[in-house]
């Protein structure tokens, strides 16, 4: 275990904003692991793992007034952002507490459109509209702009990294996205799928955990992207499924619309990252075993079914 020290000889104290759910759990645990002071807060709803491992605190994160009652006063060396969505989020924290070091989780639907080799100067905060938003005035990738906006236009003197991830995926991953073309294809229901030949950048839920893990000590400022090595499409996994499974994909018009519809050919590009001495995975070493993973729960559901009636 690292020790980590600030400025004044004490260890390293961190608050994660949100952090209990998904690859927030994966890099509470880094910090942990790290040796870092970590401090979570939540709406205290959900149940974590971390015991007394971390302190707490409790706000409601959309409500001014609650999350200026929970951090006026407060100081800490680093704050992770998990859950700000939009320019009031930013500012509801921004103007109340007191970091050396603010670290936003934005995403790669800030870039409008991604492309091959999608760079962080692809977007700039300055050159847009700064709009005082909550998360129900806009399309998520609208509010996700407008929230680093408010980081570039009104916080420009602020020590703040905005970590953009494409979609991130894992065994643990609640919104069941990949899952959709891995179950539609061994139980041969229709899809509509508008983009199955793109090529897409995914990052894994342990590693995103990881590198904002990473960041925390790191001498960087403004976006940053995170990503792992190579792309993939939809075709692809499409086929490894079937040659896996026996199965045979059907996509029709007249199927279910696909979740990742509506995205471009694009791959992110990670040099800076790189350059700050991070390399990442090859997507390629373990989007098959994740996908072997969710083959293996598919059949087991379908264990479930069939047992039901019997």
Not at 86 to 94: E, F
């Amino acid at each position: 275990m690292v020790k980590y020290r600030n400025k004044g000889g004490t260890t390293v104290n961190i608050l994660v904003i949100g952090g209990t759910r998904f690859f927030g759990i994966h890099m509470v645990n880094e910090l942990l692991i790290a040796g870092y002071d970590v401090t979570i807060a939540t709406r205290g709803k959900a149940s974590d793992s971390f015991g007394d491992k971390v302190k707490r605190i409790f706000l409601e994160r959309t409500k001014e007034e609650s999350v200026r009652e929970a951090l006026s006063g407060t100081h800490y060396d680093v704050v992770i952002d998990k859950i700000a969505y939009c320019s009031n989020d930013i500012k509801y924290v921004m103007d109340v507490i007191d970091c050396d070091k603010y670290i936003y989780m934005s995403s790669t639907s800030v870039y409008n459109p991604k492309h091959i080799n999608t760079v962080e100067a692809d977007f700039d905060g300055i050159e847009n509209e700064l709009i005082w938003c909550d998360r129900k005035a806009f399309p998520y990738e609208q509010i996700k702009r407008q929230a680093e906006c408010a980081l570039w236009q009104q916080y420009p003197e602020k020590n703040w990294i905005a970590v953009r991830y494409p979609f991130v995926i894992g065994k643990d991953d609640y919104t069941k996205r990949l899952l959709f073309y891995v179950e539609h294809t061994m139980k041969s229901i229709p899809m509509n799928i508008d983009n199955v030949d793109y090529q897409m950048s995914y990052i894994r839920s342990d590693e995103a955990g990881k590198f904002l893990t990473f960041l925390v000590d790191k001498d960087v400022k403004g976006a940053i992207n995170g990503a792992s090595d190579g792309t993939i499409s939809i075709k692809e996994i499409i086929e490894y499924v079937e040659e896996k499974t026996g199965a045979r994909a059907i996509i029709d018009n007249s199927g279910e619309d696909a979740p990742y519809n509506g995205e471009p050919e694009y791959s992110i590009c990670t040099d800076k990252a790189k350059e700050l001495g991070y390399q990442f995975t090859e997507l390629k070493d373990w989007i098959y075993e994740l996908l072997d993973y969710y083959i293996q729960v598919v059949e087991e559901m379908d264990k479930v079914d069939n047992g039901r009636f019997h």
